[in-house]
């Protein structure tokens, strides 16, 4: 019952696949609330890659002391520019860093390519980057 919508019998169709519910990611880096949260209900988390992260997985391992949970069981995402150069100058520099992320627990990269519509980037990361990170 509410103001602007009467609703007798909600369904959520299709149903998760997930029991007892989707996996929840929560995404930043605030230290006092929003890695609280991710210790106490997240599944994953989204994190900023850079000199801060190795202080900011250690914030969130305290807060999973904390409440009692296995800091390991909480995969850990980032966002991250994913540019291998326009000729693949940059693939090596790319390759270091996604290797720092993994050193760190990163399981997870989302990214942003540039000039994408062109696709040669993306042929670079295919050649070049997920073969040598496929097996880490």
Not at 29 to 34: M, N, R, S, V, Y
Not at 89 to 107: F, I, K, P, T, Y
Request: net charge negative; aromatic share 4%.
């Amino acid at each position: 019952e509410g103001r602007h919508y009467h609703l007798e019998r909600t369904l959520n169709v299709p149903q998760s696949l997930s029991r007892p519910h989707p996996p929840i990611l929560i995404g930043g880096g605030g230290e006092k609330k929003t890695l609280r949260l991710v210790a106490q209900y997240a599944q994953l988390c989204n994190l900023f890659p850079g000199p801060e992260l190795p202080h900011k997985l250690d914030v969130l391992r305290g807060h999973c002391a904390d409440v009692g949970r296995d800091y390991d069981e909480i995969e850990k995402t980032v966002m991250l520019r994913l540019d291998p150069g326009a000729e693949g100058e940059s693939v090596d520099a790319l390759l270091e860093q996604l290797r720092g992320l993994a050193e760190l627990g990163v399981v997870h990269v989302e990214g942003v390519v540039p000039e994408v519509a062109s696709s040669q980037r993306l042929e670079l990361l295919g050649e070049k980057v997920v073969p040598e990170i496929a097996g880490w």
